[in-house]
């Protein structure tokens, strides 16, 4: 599975983005596709996921951020409102096989993943 990550910028604080990650497989239905971050000096944080069976979202995003995937054209977007200068960051698209669970958060658990596309907020 390949992913590439885009839409990534710069943005003011109260602003929106959307990012797009597109997936080269024939199983894109059937995977966990998750989004997660990393801001520098931090480790990867947990944005959201979607997958057979539910959606999960960072306390730090809900009523923000809204995935949604289409699984006709291989594709998870990440929509990105009233941001701020704390979603600053690279965001990464990942994805792995399996089930909707209590994993989906770790990014240690996933296979497959995106090069990042890095998000600036101006405060």
């Known amino acids: 599975v390949q992913l590439q990550a ?11 983005l959307r990012l797009s ?8 239905s059937s995977l966990v596709m ?10 990867r944080e947990f944005v959201a996921a979607t ?7 960072a306390d730090s995003v809900k009523q923000r951020f809204t995935i949604f995937r289409d699984n006709a054209n291989n ?7 009233s941001l701020k200068a704390e979603d600053t960051a690279v965001y990464f698209c990942a994805a792995r096989q ?3 669970s209590h994993t989906i958060r770790y990014p ?5 993943w995106g090069q990042g596309t890095l998000v600036t907020v101006s405060s």
């Open 6 to 16: 885009s839409g990534g910028g710069l943005v003011q604080a109260g602003g929106s």
């Open 21 to 28: 990650c597109a997936a080269s497989t024939r199983t894109f």
């Open 34 to 43: 998750a989004w997660f971050r990393q801001a520098p000096g931090k480790e």
């Open 51 to 57: 997958a057979r069976g539910g959606t999960l979202y």
């Open 75 to 81: 594709t998870v977007d990440l929509q990105m409102n």
């Open 98 to 100: 399996g089930a909707f």
């Open 108 to 112: 240690r658990y996933y296979n497959y």
